[in-house]
């Protein structure tokens, strides 16, 4: 388990691996946000694409 938290980016996303376990934020240095729409018009359509399944 990893518990070294990123202050500088919180994330609700328990199921990634690299979420810190029990604070909201991530465990990266950075992250990657991309999109899977063509044009993006919400955060909906934003994702992390750092993600990784625990
Ligand atoms: S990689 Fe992305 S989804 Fe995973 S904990 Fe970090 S910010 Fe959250």
Redesign the pocket.
């Given at each position: 388990m990893n518990n070294k938290a990123?202050m500088s980016?919180?994330?609700?996303?328990e199921s990634?691996?690299?979420?810190?376990s029990d604070r909201d934020?991530?465990?990266?240095d950075s992250?990657m946000?991309g999109t899977h729409e063509c044009s993006p018009s919400k955060s909906e359509c934003t994702d992390?694409?750092?993600?990784?399944r625990k």
């Open positions: 990123n980016i919180g994330c609700c996303v990634c691996k690299h979420h810190c934020y991530c465990t990266l992250i946000v992390c694409q750092s993600f990784a």
